[in-house]
């Protein structure tokens, strides 16, 4: 099997959203010609054109997806094909009014907008299963196909009486029997005690049931299930007529709402859609670390490690606050930011520039009035040349010495939960202010799930790992005993997978691999700092932490950190502990950048792992992909000055603003010296 994402196009994808139902056939010519200008090599088809494939119930009109699937192939042109279900046609809603969505009021959508789909509706399966039979059957075998595009950022709760419905034989499956599941959620609190299974709701409406943390992190697993099984259901016919096209769906990065690990094993590459947004400023280091970490996430999230960046906007999105332009050269940056982290593919949210409705504001590659004298049209023609010169690099993989777990199920018990602070708890950022010091450092990282194998990973982060279930204790467990070394924070293992405290106490099961057992926690008003110190003679160096200070009891470990305030002062902060072949840490308070920095590089050079750490200006990384014989060595300047980066084997290289330096090397048998084969501008 080969690595790309599709062998019929060997090279780095660049292309976006094509919308050429928006428009009379006149204007296609026109835009395969700018295509081809710019090296927009991929056009992503009929994500919403359901109303335009099947205009009338039953009638399908597929004349001008042929014909501008005739025009793309002819110039050489490769495409994505959607299926439609992102959006329903009226002429559905309307007949069959039960197939649209129902809020968490209990009220049931109007037709319009997108994503407003029953997800449970039998009616609405079948009409999705149909389509996308009828694409199947006649796309399927196209020699221009590259791959389907599984329906449009799927994502929402439905609380529609079927979807309710499902929602309780999934727990009757979990859990078996009405005990069980009373036990599992602690109902005697309050006598919430179930006799009956359709006593049973869905939690998170605004007039109902929001105490019980168990059912509401149930529920979110639950609707991931019912949005797989939705996909499962589009998918299938694709999977029949055209066995050899692969899979993808556009997720949302961190989007809270789905546990993306569940669409993982159905997939045959991951994508997503990366919208960041800068508020004026492009200069903000921390949107382009959000950005890198949710690259890492996304690749995490396929099987084999491949992934393209399915949209990103050519210019700016009009559903922010503020719509600053990408300032000149940004555009580029963004694009080889993906590849450098392991993306095969760059694509846009679009091509031409809607007329009208709720997106002709947003950018497009070609915009209201241009063609290509338009500036936007001009970086993307340098991205997509900038691309095209990469060809090399398409296929090659990213690896990684550290990991970084990121968990949906302990982001919802945290979010559900009430108390250290009502507040958000900030489990997304705390992954990304860790994945921030290898960022900065220049360690290439993966972002994995719990039940990740772990083993050839030299160091494993995993902050707050609120609830813990026993597969990935163990899993963490055995990691660290076989040699493995281990980092985790505050408010880790304190549930078990249902929100109930593990009844040893937090940190339960682990205790042993950390060496500490954990008391209670002090959360900090806003503002206030309590202040960390690595000893109390002159040379110790002093931190301070912010929101969270767990009080921890050392047993086997040894402190490595203090606090130096309240009356826990003098007790630890951080310990670390041997346990087997391994060694785990264990940070007790949310501490500065500064501290996280020091402590992973200081754990980076126990464990021999190379770094920059130090050596790279404020903004700048690097990330390596690898090919059988050479190494990718890409150098990011994410500011919008320029900066001199000290190189691991090519001294001082001087990076433009917003340039990306790629240095290939060449991986040497035994202990040789790499070779430096050549230096590309990016
Ligand atoms: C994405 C969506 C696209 C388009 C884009 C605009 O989330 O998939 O269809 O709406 O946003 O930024």
Same mark, same amino acid.
């Given at each position: 099997?080969?690595?790309?994402?599709?062998?019929?196009?060997?090279?780095?994808?660049?292309?976006?959203?094509?919308?050429?139902?928006?428009?009379?056939?006149?204007?296609?010519?026109?835009?395969?010609?700018?295509?081809?200008?710019?090296?927009?090599?991929?056009?992503?088809?009929?994500?919403?054109?359901?109303?335009? =494939?099947?205009?009338?119930?039953?009638?399908?009109?597929?004349?001008?997806? +042929?014909?501008?699937? @005739?025009?793309? &192939? /002819?110039?050489?042109?490769?495409?994505?094909?959607?299926?439609?279900?992102?959006?329903?046609?009226?002429?559905?809603?309307?007949?069959?009014?039960?197939?649209?969505?129902?809020?968490?009021?209990?009220?049931?959508?109007?037709?319009?907008?997108?994503?407003?789909?029953?997800?449970?509706?039998?009616?609405?399966?079948?009409?999705?299963?149909?389509?996308?039979?009828?694409?199947?059957?006649?796309?399927?075998?196209?020699?221009? =196909?590259?791959?389907?595009?599984?329906?449009?950022?799927?994502?929402?709760? +439905?609380?529609?009486? @079927?979807?309710? &419905? /499902?929602?309780?034989?999934?727990?009757?499956?979990?859990?078996?029997?009405?005990?069980?599941?009373?036990?599992?959620?602690?109902?005697?609190?309050?006598?919430?005690?179930?006799?009956?299974?359709?006593?049973?709701?869905?939690?998170?409406?605004?007039?109902?049931?929001?105490?019980?943390?168990?059912?509401?992190?149930?529920?979110?697993?639950?609707?991931?299930?019912a949005t797989v099984d939705f996909m499962l259901n589009e998918a299938a016919p694709l999977r029949e007529f055209s066995p050899d096209i692969p899979h993808t769906t556009n997720f949302m990065g961190t989007f809270p709402g789905l546990d993306y690990r569940k669409f993982t094993a159905h997939l045959d590459f991951a994508s997503w859609d990366s919208y960041p947004g800068f508020g004026g400023s492009l200069d903000q280091t921390s949107v382009w670390i959000s950005v890198a970490f949710k690259h890492d996430l996304t690749r995490?999230?396929?099987?084999?490690?491949?992934?393209?960046?399915?949209?990103?906007?050519?210019?700016?999105?009009?559903?922010?606050?503020?719509?600053?332009?990408?300032?000149?050269?940004?555009?580029?940056?963004?694009?080889?930011?993906?590849?450098?982290?392991?993306?095969?593919?760059?694509?846009?949210?679009?091509?031409?520039?809607?007329?009208?409705?709720?997106?002709?504001?947003?950018?497009?590659?070609?915009?209201?009035?241009?063609?290509?004298?338009?500036?936007?049209?001009?970086?993307?023609?340098?991205?997509?040349?900038?691309?095209d010169a990469l060809s090399n690099i398409a296929s090659t993989a990213k690896r990684a010495e550290v990991a970084i777990i990121y968990d949906w199920s302990s982001r919802w018990a945290l979010d559900a939960a009430v108390g250290p602070v009502l507040r958000d708890k900030g489990y997304e950022q705390t992954c990304i202010d860790h994945y921030r010091a290898f960022w900065e450092a220049g360690v290439s990282v993966d972002v994995i799930g719990t039940d990740s194998p772990l083993e050839g990973y030299k160091l494993v982060v995993v902050p707050m790992l609120y609830s813990l279930s026993e597969s990935t204790s163990t899993n963490l467990s055995e990691y660290v005993l076989a040699g493995g070394t281990l980092v985790s924070t505050y408010l880790t293992a304190w549930t078990d997978e249902n929100s109930l405290v593990f009844e040893s106490g937090y940190l339960g099961p682990l205790r042993k691999v950390f060496g500490v057992w954990s008391e209670e926690i002090d959360a900090l008003p806003v503002g206030q700092q309590v202040s960390i110190c690595t000893g109390f003679d002159s040379k110790a160096e002093r931190y301070s932490a912010v929101d969270f200070c767990e009080l921890i009891h050392p047993t086997t470990s040894k402190a490595i950190a203090w606090y130096d305030d309240e009356f826990y002062a003098g007790r630890p902060a951080a310990t670390v502990n041997n346990y087997g072949n391994g060694r785990a840490y264990y940070v007790g308070s949310r501490n500065d950048q500064r501290f996280t920095n020091q402590l992973m590089t200081s754990i980076m050079d126990d464990l021999g792992i190379e770094h920059l750490a130090g050596e790279l200006l404020e903004g700048v990384t690097r990330q390596v992909r690898y090919g059988d014989e050479v190494e990718y060595h890409f150098y990011l300047n994410a500011t919008s000055l320029s900066r001199e980066v000290n190189t691991v084997g090519w001294g001082t290289v001087r990076l433009q603003p917003w340039q990306v330096e790629i240095l290939e090397r060449k991986i040497s048998a035994g202990d040789e010296e790499p070779v430096l084969l050549a230096a590309t501008e990016g």
């Open positions: 099997m080969s690595n790309f994402l599709n062998p019929k196009l060997s090279a780095i994808w660049h292309g976006g959203d094509y919308n050429p139902e928006q428009w009379p056939a006149s204007v296609w010519d026109e835009d395969i010609a700018l295509m081809q200008e710019s090296s927009f090599k991929v056009a992503t088809i009929g994500v919403f054109s359901w109303a335009k =494939l099947e205009p009338h119930e039953g009638e399908f009109d597929f004349s001008w997806l +042929d014909e501008v699937i @005739e025009k793309l &192939s /002819a110039e050489d042109r490769y495409f994505i094909l959607a299926t439609p279900s992102a959006a329903a046609p009226a002429w559905m809603t309307q007949k069959y009014p039960e197939i649209l969505r129902t809020g968490s009021d209990r009220v049931r959508r109007l037709h319009g907008n997108r994503v407003n789909y029953n997800l449970c509706s039998p009616v609405y399966r079948q009409k999705s299963a149909l389509i996308a039979r009828k694409l199947a059957e006649r796309y399927g075998d196209h020699p221009r =196909l590259l791959a389907w595009h599984l329906s449009n950022e799927y994502g929402g709760e +439905d609380f529609s009486p @079927e979807t309710i &419905s /499902a929602f309780r034989d999934w727990l009757k499956a979990k859990y078996g029997t009405i005990e069980a599941l009373n036990a599992a959620y602690w109902t005697t609190f309050w006598s919430h005690c179930y006799s009956d299974w359709d006593q049973l709701d869905a939690p998170g409406v605004p007039h109902g049931e929001v105490s019980i943390q168990g059912l509401t992190v149930d529920w979110r697993r639950f609707i991931t299930d995490g999230l396929s099987k084999n490690g491949k992934w393209m960046l399915m949209e990103c906007t050519p210019n700016s999105s009009n559903w922010y606050e503020t719509m600053s332009v990408k300032r000149p050269g940004v555009h580029k940056f963004e694009a080889l930011q993906a590849v450098a982290h392991g993306a095969d593919g760059v694509q846009y949210f679009q091509w031409r520039q809607s007329r009208g409705s709720q997106e002709q504001f947003h950018g497009g590659v070609v915009n209201h009035g241009t063609t290509n004298n338009g500036r936007i049209f001009g970086e993307v023609k340098q991205a997509g040349a900038a691309l």
